[in-house]
């Protein structure tokens, strides 16, 4: 192998040392894809890693950018993986300070939907948190409003999980307009 | 356009005397002076706003004077997709404009869905509301919209009756 294909020995993320250092009870897994710091995490311990992540002061990922979920209950090998909980609550992060980006994946397992709201932490994941109960039916504890934020009130169903049907239950034939306007 | 009304006095206006009907006279006015409700909620609001500006005018066909406020208006252009959370807002809308009242489904959303097959969109908003005029298109050019509005101005000079109308009265 010549001396131009050898790959560089890349260092660990500080993210990754940090964790592996503080919360490695935490941590299932890890993952760097483009750039990016993937840590598959507990749901026990999800709520004091994300807590971590953010008020450790070399860490310091301050802003959450997004909280979607996955249903993963069409993806074999990620069923297999995390003792097959179908769902996958993923929170973006970027760190001003580091000025880079990291991904927490908590998986959810179907019989208990409950996971911690990180509102505590970020205001701005008050709606977040909201359009991923209303999409995917995760309950969000501690949330202060957990209302659908998308879809009508009177709606049933969650429609980005896999097994919701794409033409509905039928809900855009038979609303009722004075229910709705009540 | 250019229909004068003398109304009385026969001796003195000698030959300039226009004979028609009150409906006529007030229709002639109600097509040329449409004020429209945009209810823009997708691309196709983007192709009304052009033709709303200089470039297609709609102005030159009277209907430029565009009111936010349904109380005002007696034309209702949905431009965009409809979906079932904001399909009692516009009825409601439709509801609180006066009579009468023209409504203009500007694209393949508004009219039937277009490739929106899902859960969430109400497949053409004439299930719900009575349309008069409906554009293809995905989305129309303003030029299509002008037409429409043309289209709605004929059906008045011709005095029938908005498709509300007939729907309470059937």
Redesign the interface.
């Known amino acids: 192998m010549s001396e131009e294909n050898q790959v560089e020995e890349q260092p660990t993320p500080l993210i990754l040392q940090k964790l592996e250092a503080n919360h490695a009870d935490a941590l299932l897994a890890h993952d760097e894809t483009r750039g990016t710091v993937v840590v598959v995490v507990r749901k026990e311990q999800a709520y004091a890693v994300l807590e971590y992540l953010k008020t450790d002061p070399e860490l310091a990922y301050a802003f959450l950018v997004d909280v979607t979920a996955v249903d993963n209950s069409q993806m074999e090998s990620e069923l297999m993986q995390f003792d097959y909980a179908r769902f996958m609550v993923v929170y973006q992060l970027y760190s001003y300070q580091g000025q880079c980006r990291a991904r927490v994946k908590v998986p959810v397992h179907e019989n208990d939907l409950n996971i911690p709201s990180v509102t505590r932490l970020w205001q701005g994941a008050n709606w977040l948190e909201r359009e991923t109960y209303d999409m995917f039916g995760i309950h969000f504890e501690g949330h202060p409003d957990l209302r659908r934020i998308l879809m009508p009130d009177d709606f049933d169903g969650h429609p980005l999980r896999k097994d919701y049907p794409l033409r509905g239950h039928g809900e855009r034939e038979r609303f009722n307009f004075d229910k709705q306007n009540a | 356009m250019g229909l004068d009304f003398v109304g009385q006095g026969a001796a003195e206006t000698d030959g300039n005397i226009i004979t028609t009907t009150i409906d006529k006279v007030v229709n002639w006015g109600r097509k040329n002076s449409l004020w429209p409700m945009p209810f823009g909620t997708a691309c196709c609001a983007i192709e009304m706003m052009a033709t709303l500006a200089s470039k297609f005018d709609l102005s030159r066909f009277g209907s430029e004077a565009i009111r936010f406020s349904p109380r005002q208006s007696d034309l209702l252009i949905v431009s965009g997709r409809i979906s079932?959370?904001m399909?009692?807002v516009l009825?409601?809308i439709y509801d609180q404009m006066p009579d009468p009242k023209w409504v203009i489904s500007m694209g393949a959303c508004a009219s039937c869905g277009g490739v929106f097959?899902?859960?969430?969109?109400?497949?053409g908003v004439d299930q719900?509301i009575p349309v008069d005029v409906y554009i293809p298109g995905c989305p129309p050019r303003p030029e299509d919209l002008i037409d429409a509005v043309l289209q709605v101005q004929q059906k008045i000079a011709s005095g029938a009756s908005p498709k509300g109308v007939e729907a309470v009265y059937e």
């Open positions: 079932i959370k399909m009692p009825k409601r097959d899902t859960y969430t969109l109400i497949q719900f």
